[in-house]
């Protein structure tokens, strides 16, 4: 592939027959070039007075470091210069309406995963972008369907932006040199199956049954449903794992568990579970709380919390399955689990 291709040259042609395609491209590349900032801050680290020391909580109650502050402080000025109806972002507790009038509306997690900076591990921007319905407030109140587009930067070995916009995902790459990002890769496609699974084996205790097969099943490898021996993944950073599925398939659980606080999962439906699933889906694979496909889900609040199961077809289609036919067995009766025979049939 030719690597010439710049971002901007890219959203001149790729947003003209959308709707707001302008007001779309306008958002992105502001995001752009606050991630390449950010990419730079975040490289240097302690060099340029970043240590990663704690600020405190956020209002979601999840741990804040000072690269947290910075990451939203840049991404939410880039939002506002682009003239945003509103922004709902992880760090801040209420959405912040910037001009009602405008066309869009922005859901942002400035640096999701955050925690993991200390071990030099990727990091990353997650958005979400909305068409503006009657009033800012009530975008985000809608289903994951009616994203216009979604995206993240990974700030890793090397920063990519991920771009799911007019139904096809494209990979960029940012050029140290030309402070540009370049297109590398176009029309993503996640292998429909591949024996690969990320999931915190730690909670195994604290899951529902239904996960609790899939899982078994998948450790217990050409002797199981699956047929095949799974391998294991597990990198505690969002962005890192869905990179790993748009290349090789797989699949990502972070479910729901037995934990307080954790009986919606842990990650956010607005700026996390929504924009991986439109990614996800327009790149041939799937996305679901095991019950509910994710992009059919409004959030109820702005920081609403859900499960997410996503990755290859096959994977989400048998995790959905079993919780419709083993999890509800679980629920209402004391009778042994499951018979492992016919897993998925
Ligand atoms: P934050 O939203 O607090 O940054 O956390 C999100 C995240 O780091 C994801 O990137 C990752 O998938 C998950 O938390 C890891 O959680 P756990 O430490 O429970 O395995």
Not at 154 to 169: E, F, H, M, N
Not at 245 to 273: K, Q, S, T, W
Request: aromatic share 6%; charged share 20%.
């Amino acid at each position: 592939m030719d690597h010439s291709l710049s971002l901007d040259a890219y959203l001149d042609g790729a947003t003209l027959s959308l709707e707001q395609g302008s007001s779309v491209a306008t958002v992105i590349s502001d995001l752009a070039h606050a991630a390449d900032e950010l990419s730079e801050l975040i490289a240097a680290g302690p060099l340029y007075g970043i240590d990663g020391h704690s600020t405190g909580m956020n209002s979601g109650g999840d741990q804040q470091i000072d690269l947290d502050v910075e990451a939203n402080g840049r991404m939410c000025a880039a939002l506002r210069k682009s003239s945003v109806a509103a922004i709902v972002s992880e760090e801040t507790e209420l959405p912040e309406i910037v001009d009602s009038d405008a066309e869009l509306c922005v859901a942002i997690d400035p640096l999701d995963g955050s925690a993991n900076l200390a071990n030099n591990i990727s990091i990353g921007t997650i958005f979400s972008i909305r068409r503006r319905s009657r009033d800012a407030l009530s975008t985000f109140f809608e289903p994951g369907t009616t994203q216009l587009a979604a995206g993240y930067f990974i700030y890793g070995p090397q920063t990519t932006l991920v771009l799911a916009l007019d139904r096809s995902v494209d990979i960029f790459i940012l050029d140290r040199r030309t402070r540009n990002f370049v297109l590398i890769r176009r029309g993503v496609r996640i292998p429909s199956d591949t024996p690969e699974f990320a999931i915190n084996m730690s909670n195994q205790r604290h899951w529902n049954a239904a996960v609790n097969a899939y899982i078994d099943d998948c450790l217990l490898g050409t002797s199981s449903e699956h047929g095949e021996d799974f391998n294991m993944r597990w990198i505690g950073s969002l962005v890192a794992e869905a990179y790993r599925i748009l290349m090789r398939g797989g699949v990502f659980l972070y479910p729901a568990d037995a934990r307080r606080n954790y009986h919606e999962g842990r990650l956010r439906l607005l700026y996390e579970a929504h924009p991986m699933a439109l990614i996800m889906e327009w790149a041939g694979g799937a996305a679901s709380t095991g019950r509910d496909r994710i992009l059919d889900l409004s959030a109820r609040m702005p920081h609403q919390r859900v499960p997410l199961i996503m990755g290859s077809v096959r994977a989400v289609r048998d995790l959905t399955l079993l919780h419709q036919r083993i999890q509800p067995l679980y629920e209402s009766s004391t009778a042994p689990l499951f018979a492992r025979r016919g897993l998925f049939l």
